[in-house]
């Protein structure tokens, strides 16, 4: 039997992504689905770029919005509640359109993730506290595979393999042998990555970081810095664009210098996705430099067909 299909539509911030979705969406009887970590969270609507409320009537919208600001929030909880949603638009006949540009939650839904148990408190209190070249040196007797692998100045990551031998006995590349709960095997995939020309992507963000001003951002980041339930470490807090406006709202910079230091933190994050979505992701997902809208509707409309 035929696997149910599923439009996976990637790639930077401002490449035009929800759009593109929408369209799917209308012209396939589908129900779009997020996949960016931002956008899960009510808060920060127009800051996030989430889909005004007049293109998701036109459309079914699910992961959008439902999470509040002060909740923690994970790639594991997104791969469960996807997967329901994914579910859910196939049991109602409907096209399943993700979109989004967090790969970490496309791969955690995809692959499955590693069942690492949770780690012992005083091991990770006791890892971080390390300097990097200490950690590296003992990551290097533990698990040397991973030592070689990693850059010795890579804070992160070296922590994360030696606080897991640590506290499991067990690397990380064992664990990560044992992915538990990906999809990909039961669906048939149709993958569109938006890499458009540079220029034409740092101008858009540019332009949307204004207009996000211009709508109502600074309210947003109001509202979100009065609310005594949000640490100041929370997720939510470190979205672009927040601390910016943050430092606007204290006195701290001008609007003109707020608006340029977001501008900088957004194109500096498109980047980055530009650089994993046209490296990382499997070759068979089709990468397209188009920017016409009806360009990219009819590549999308052969991979639904394949």
């Not at 530009?274 to 409309?301: C, G, L, M, V």
Request: glycine share 6%.
């Amino acid at each position: 039997m035929a696997l149910p299909k599923v439009a996976l539509i990637a790639g930077p911030t401002a490449s035009g992504k929800s759009a593109l979705a929408c369209a799917v969406a209308e012209k396939h009887d589908g129900v779009v689905i997020n996949a960016d970590s931002a956008q899960v969270y009510r808060d920060l609507r127009v800051l996030t770029a989430r889909p005004a409320p007049e293109e998701e009537g036109r459309v079914p919208h699910r992961l959008f919005g439902h999470v509040d600001g002060a909740e923690s929030y994970s790639a594991a909880r997104w791969a469960d509640e996807a997967r329901a949603a994914i579910d859910a638009a196939h049991a109602a006949g409907k096209l399943p359109v993700l979109v989004g540009g967090t790969g970490l939650y496309m791969r955690t839904l995809l692959d499955g993730i590693a069942p690492v148990p949770e780690i012992d408190p005083a091991i990770r209190a006791e890892v971080r506290a390390l300097p990097v070249a200490d950690a590296h040196a003992a990551l290097a007797k533990l698990d040397p595979e991973a030592a070689a692998r990693l850059a010795p100045a890579d804070t992160t990551r070296v922590a994360r393999a030696l606080e897991v031998v640590r506290s499991t006995g067990r690397t990380l590349h064992d664990w990560q042998a044992a992915k538990t709960g990906g999809i990909a095997d039961r669906i048939a995939l149709a993958a569109l990555i938006l890499l458009p020309d540079r220029d034409w992507l740092m101008a858009r963000c540019d332009a949307r970081c204004a207009m996000m001003f211009a709508d109502g951002a600074l309210d947003e980041v109001r509202a979100l810095l009065a609310r005594a339930d949000i640490a100041p470490s929370a997720p939510i807090r470190r979205a672009i664009g927040v601390p910016e406006i943050a430092a606007l709202l204290a006195g701290e910079s001008t609007a003109a210098q707020a608006l340029e230091r977001t501008r900088l933190a957004t194109r500096q994050y498109a980047k980055r996705q530009y650089t994993w979505f046209r490296n990382q992701p499997p070759a068979d997902w089709h990468r397209t430099d188009a920017i016409e809208k009806n360009d990219r509707a009819s590549q999308i409309d052969i991979l639904l067909r394949d």
